[in-house]
């Protein structure tokens, strides 16, 4: 019985330094600390089907010490080759302009995404796209050249 308790609480001093690393390295909101994983975006945003490549943050990423039931992910996606063409042979789009989205970084967990995104982007968008209701919203930006989305969601899942 005492070895199996010296062997938990080792296992468990094991996972601290991990779980403290992962937490301060999300905590700190230096440039360049934001997620890769594409999963949860193709999960979010269905239509965009599969992604490539993705760079975005959450606003749960930094515990500010002021929990929210709200969840806003902000960031960049690449999309499958084909699948712009797709959108915009289905959906009706406008262009953005070149102030366009990528420079509303305002939020506080927005800040590892300034200066991210495709160079000189020429954006468009469907407002067929956006999703508006009672606690979730979706927008949507597309860069033709780079085949990149640009988006903002809160509550994306519900």
Known sequence: MERRRVIGIGAGLAVLPAFWVLRHVVASGAKGEWHTDTAPLERAFPLLGPLTDGKWVSSRDNDRGIPSPELVVSGFAR????????LT?????????????????????EKPLRGEGPENPQWIRSHELDREGSG??????????STTVRFWAL???G
């Open 136 to 145: 979730y919203s979706t927008r949507l930006w597309f860069d033709r050249r």
């Open 89 to 109: 042979a289905a959906h009706v789009f406008v262009p953005e302009g070149p102030a366009g989205p990528a420079h509303d970084f305002s939020s506080w967990f």
């Open 79 to 86: 999309l499958a080759p084909g699948k712009l063409a797709a």
């Open 155 to 157: 509550n994306p899942y």
